[in-house]
């Protein structure tokens, strides 16, 4: 019994393959398609310095961090969730950032941001939900074991994000 509940924690985790978005789109007009959100962008994903995330103005006084976690989470969730089939693809997806660096090279600005990213597979997300719904304040309920199943069952994978800063207006 030991030994089917390891395997059915490791089955929770079967890493699936996150491939790169293609370099070949207009950053700015993918964000709109897919979101509905307008932000003044450039260049790239941020996979690389040079194919940086070009942040050419921040809308709303929203603080630069902020600007930046939400680019990450957007290429999370297409990384994790749109760009995969369906029983690969990822639920509660989020971004926590764990460092940055300023990096200036020339005349450029970057921020080299390192992301923690969390997320369960979709269809056992869904399933947790439910559960949490049906059993909350049931007295038969366990709480503690409910939210350390989910905790197993969470991916955690590290990205680092670049964007270059240089000419925000």
């Given at each position: 019994m030991q030994e089917q509940k390891q395997s059915q924690k490791l089955d929770y985790k079967k890493m699936s393959t996150f491939q790169n978005i293609e370099n070949d789109s207009n950053i700015q007009q993918t964000i709109k398609n897919t979101f509905d959100v307008e932000l003044s962008l450039e260049g790239s994903w941020g996979y690389t310095k040079e194919y940086a995330s070009i942040i050419k103005s921040i809308q709303n006084n929203m603080p630069l961090n902020q600007l930046e976690h939400m680019i990450t989470t957007m290429r999370a969730h297409m990384e994790m969730n749109l760009t995969q089939v369906k029983e690969n693809r990822y639920g509660a997806i989020n971004a926590n950032e764990?460092?940055?660096?300023?990096?200036?090279?020339?005349?450029?600005?970057?921020?080299?941001?390192?992301?923690?990213?969390?997320?369960?597979?979709?269809?056992?997300?869904?399933?947790?939900?439910?559960?949490?719904?049906?059993?909350?304040?049931?007295?038969?309920?366990?709480?503690?074991?409910?939210?350390?199943r989910r905790k197993e069952a969470t991916l955690t994978r590290e990205t680092i994000h670049y964007f270059e800063i240089s000419n925000i207006q």
């Open positions: 764990k460092s940055r660096e300023k990096i200036q090279e020339n005349s450029l600005i970057y921020d080299k941001v390192t992301y923690e990213v969390t997320a369960i597979k979709e269809d056992l997300f869904k399933k947790f939900i439910l559960e949490y719904k049906e059993g909350y304040e049931k007295e038969s309920f366990d709480l503690n074991a409910h939210f350390k």
